[in-house]
């Protein structure tokens, strides 16, 4: 992209109105000085603040931040065909998922596109939460469930998730909630009290490092006067302190080294999960139907086309780009196209997301990055997490 190009995209404000949603800790992010927001799921998502995306990088392997991912929303499915519904929705099995549990799911549409990757989390036999990636599940969800005539409730509870992430986070959150924090193992969740309110917790998150989510409910209540959700930010943001707490949010570096897709930049339902080497969460031995199944077989029978991998390229740190870069191979021709592309302080190079073309997709493959600024910079393919 041309820097005016850039500057001018950079210079647009956003609108605010009601259908660009606030969270209950929107007041306390601006207060914080968020510079920028983006909108996912119809509501803001900061996407920094006081300091560089380096320093934020190095911030969070080290220390301890929170997050506002309230934008992750949560559609509630509940009733006697829960299960059936969200095991439609999805080929990974869920027979034997647990309460307690969160799963990472591909929910697909009738020709295997992907149309969201959220987060599957069990309340109870009856009752789970999808927290979604940016496209309507919920509407989706509804028209499945009225088609296919079952009984269930679909809503979009009052539930804000807020991310502490970080290596701290576990000693910060325990000396918040106690000790029982430990207890909780990667992509499990435990229920925890918080001013006589009810905490689903979850060691999990949009980030490499250890960290945690407090799927935050109960924004209408007060304590001492403060909104309960503002009082859950102040209290963590004080115990914080001695732990050198920032505010923060999902950093891109981090999230490029450690293979993180964003559903609509770096895949979308013109992808199939394989293409997003999502294979191990499409258990081929299950023999549940879900929506997608057939495209998906068919797709297995001719075998996968191209597949998301990282790709490690020279020159001058690329600033983070509005415009996908094209991947070229040695005679100019597009094997694939960076969407999601910044320099890593720690690989001293530049690095990116490409789903890449099958002859071209192996480690260790040379390749050409069109940057867009007249240069083209070499380049090598990666497996994913890029190799620390
Ligand atoms: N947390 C919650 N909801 C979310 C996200 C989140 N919804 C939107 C978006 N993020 C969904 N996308 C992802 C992508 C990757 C992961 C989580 C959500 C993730 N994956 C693990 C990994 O790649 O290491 C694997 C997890 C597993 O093996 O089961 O963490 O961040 N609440």
């Given at each position: 992209m041309s820097s005016s190009v850039e500057n001018i995209s950079?210079?647009?404000?956003?609108?605010?109105?009601?259908?660009?949603?606030?969270?209950?800790?929107?007041?306390?992010?601006?207060?914080?000085?968020?510079?920028?927001?983006?909108?996912?799921?119809?509501?803001?998502?900061?996407?920094?603040?006081?300091?560089?995306?380096?320093?934020?990088?190095?911030?969070?392997?080290?220390?301890?931040?929170?997050?506002?991912?309230?934008?992750?929303?949560?559609?509630?499915?509940?009733?006697?065909?829960?299960?059936?519904?969200?095991?439609?929705?999805?080929?990974?099995?869920?027979?034997?998922?647990?309460?307690?549990?969160?799963?990472?799911?591909?929910?697909?549409?009738?020709?295997?596109?992907?149309?969201?990757?959220?987060?599957?989390?069990?309340?109870?036999?009856?009752?789970?939460?999808?927290?979604?990636?940016?496209?309507?599940?919920?509407?989706?969800?509804?028209?499945?469930?009225?088609?296919?005539?079952?009984?269930?409730?679909?809503?979009?509870?009052?539930?804000?998730?807020?991310?502490?992430?970080?290596?701290?986070?576990?000693?910060?959150?325990?000396?918040?909630?106690?000790?029982?924090i430990r207890k909780i193992k990667f992509f499990n969740y435990r229920v925890l009290d918080f001013h006589g309110t009810k905490q689903i917790i979850a060691r999990s998150g949009y980030s490499k490092q250890d960290g945690f989510e407090i799927y935050f409910k109960g924004f209408e209540k007060y304590f001492d006067g403060i909104e309960m959700g503002e009082k859950l930010w102040d209290t963590i943001w004080e115990a914080g302190k001695k732990f050198n707490i920032s505010p923060g949010c999902p950093n891109l570096i981090d999230r490029i080294e450690g293979g993180l897709m964003s559903y609509g930049n770096d895949f979308t339902k013109d992808n199939n999960p394989f293409e997003c080497n999502l294979d191990k969460y499409c258990n081929g031995n299950s023999n549940h139907e879900y929506i997608g199944k057939e495209a998906l077989t068919q797709i297995i029978n001719n075998g996968v086309k191209k597949r998301m991998r990282g790709i490690i390229f020279d020159g001058d740190p690329i600033v983070a780009t509005g415009k996908p870069l094209p991947v070229l191979n040695e005679d100019d021709k597009k094997i694939g196209e960076i969407t999601s592309g910044i320099y890593s302080p720690r690989i001293k190079k530049n690095v990116g997301l490409s789903i890449i073309l099958k002859d071209y997709w192996n480690d260790g493959q040379k390749v050409l990055v069109d940057t867009l600024d007249e240069k083209k910079r070499n380049g090598t393919v990666t497996s994913l997490p890029f190799p620390k």
């Open positions: 950079k210079s647009i404000k956003l609108n605010m109105s009601k259908r660009i949603r606030r969270t209950p800790f929107t007041n306390r992010v601006e207060e914080l000085g968020v510079s920028d927001f983006t909108v996912v799921n119809h509501m803001l998502l900061p996407k920094g603040f006081k300091n560089t995306i380096y320093e934020d990088y190095w911030h969070l392997a080290e220390h301890v931040q929170l997050w506002d991912v309230s934008c992750q929303r949560q559609v509630q499915i509940s009733g006697p065909d829960a299960l059936k519904l969200v095991q439609k929705l999805t080929p990974r099995p869920l027979q034997k998922m647990e309460t307690g549990k969160c799963f990472y799911i591909p929910i697909l549409d009738e020709n295997a596109g992907m149309i969201n990757d959220p987060v599957l989390l069990k309340l109870d036999d009856d009752m789970f939460w999808i927290s979604i990636a940016d496209s309507d599940i919920l509407l989706w969800a509804k028209g499945i469930a009225l088609g296919s005539n079952l009984n269930v409730r679909i809503e979009e509870p009052d539930v804000y998730p807020l991310a502490v992430q970080g290596p701290k986070s576990e000693e910060l959150l325990c000396s918040v909630f106690g000790e029982e």
